[in-house]
Structures are given as C-alpha cells and as structure tokens.
C-alpha cells in the first residue's frame, strides 16, 4: 500500500493558462474523488469516479474543470482558462468498497494563479 | 444534505491533558455516519476515527474516542494524553449518499508545551 499520490505538489501558473494534476489511487480502491481546499476551510467536494465512471459532479465544477479517470486507475483534474479564484489546494482520495470504508488522501496539490 | 458545524475554531490544551474537539451535524438520512480527519501544517489529511449511526459503542481508536450523542446530533472527538504532534487542524465530515464527504470548517488545535 503505497498511498495516494498527487502530482505535481504545487503549480504556480499565470491567469488563463490550463493546467492538468494527476492523482494516483491506492490499487485496489474502486472509487476515487477530487476536493478543493481553501485557505482556513474544509475541503469541498468536486467530483468522484467508481471504476472509470464519473457518477457525480458538484455545482463547483464549473464548464472550466473536467476529470477523467481512463482506465479505472489514476485521475486528472484538468482547468481551462484559469482564474484568480481557483487558487486552492486540491485534493484527491480514493476508497475501498463498503459504506463505512474511510476515504484515503493525498498530499494534494497547491495551486497558485498569478 | 448534510451540514457540519464545528464552532471551535481554534483550541490550546496542555500537553499530556484531554482536549474535546465539537462536532454537530445535521443530516436527514437514516443511517449515516462521521468520520475525523487531521490536517497537520504539511496538508496531508489523515483519518482517525468512525462513527456510525447504529454502532453500539462510542468509537475508540488508541487516544483517539468519540463521545457520539445522537440525540444531540453530535459526535465530539476527545483526545486523551495530548502530544505536541497532536497540533494540527481537525475536521469533522459525514458521508453523502455517494460517500462524498461534507466537511466542517475545523478546528485548530494547539498542544502546548
């Protein structure tokens, strides 16, 4: 068990660029979900996938952000045309079957809009 | 929908004391449950301890336990023999019915020496 890993850790990028994190699920964790963190606040949820279908989207989840997750496996967050707000951590997890199962995250990556 | 609230925004304990960390929620689903989670300054979330709805006991997990009141809608993490690494954000989530979490704001907790 490797853990959940995001990359890049921080991406510091100039408004109106897209840019692309990448989040690497524990193995054998069926779903997989993306949050966005401000600075002081809870996480807030974004998407999330079951095997490679994307079952939910938040009202966060602007035309501007799109994620995959081709193969069931790893996942990307992609934003288009960035923006000043969009300044966040963000966060992926993933969890094994069973309703009670904790969901496992990575160390996130921290975006910063110039 | 489901709604955290933890009011404690910030919080000191002295090392080696318990500290009792707030959590209310408000969800109008049958069967739920609360999970906590640690932020330490690094970012990295990590969980501690469940609770669900119809579970018998309070959880317990090392020093971490839940004094779960589901009359009050509240699910309040203690912290027993605090440790300075115990300083860290602390958040309270529940589970939507895709298991998406909704989160509170955290609390801030500051293990003194």
């Known amino acids: 068990d490797t853990g959940v890993s995001q990359d890049p850790r921080h991406k510091i990028t100039k408004r109106g660029q897209n840019v692309t994190f990448r989040c690497d699920p524990i193995s054998e964790h069926n779903r997989l979900y993306w949050y966005r963190q401000t600075l002081g606040q809870g996480p807030e949820f974004l998407t999330y996938?079951?095997?490679?279908?994307?079952?939910?989207k938040s009202r966060l989840l602007s035309d501007r952000f799109s994620a995959e997750r081709p193969k069931g496996s790893f996942s990307t967050l992609e934003i288009q045309r960035t923006e000043q707000g969009d300044s966040a951590m963000y966060l992926c997890?993933?969890?094994?079957?069973?309703?009670?199962?904790?969901?496992?995250f990575g160390d996130g990556t921290r975006l910063s809009i110039l | 929908a489901q709604k955290i609230t933890q009011t404690q925004p910030g919080m000191f304990v002295q090392e080696k004391e318990a500290v009792t960390l707030d959590c209310t929620y408000d969800t109008s689903d049958p069967s739920y449950g609360l999970f906590w989670y640690k932020q330490p300054s690094s970012g990295e979330m990590i969980f501690l301890i469940y609770q669900g709805s119809y579970d018998q006991q309070n959880a317990t997990e090392g020093r971490y336990s839940l004094n779960f009141q589901k009359a009050r809608k509240s699910a309040n993490l203690v912290i027993s023999a605090s440790q300075l690494g115990d300083s860290a954000m602390y958040f309270c989530?529940?589970?939507?019915?895709?298991?998406?979490?909704?989160f509170g704001s955290g609390t801030q907790l500051t293990v003194l020496p």
């Open positions: 989530a529940n589970p939507g019915s895709a298991r998406q979490l909704t």
């Open positions: 996938f079951q095997n490679e279908a994307q079952l939910e």
């Open positions: 997890a993933s969890k094994a079957p069973g309703g009670n199962q904790p969901q496992h």
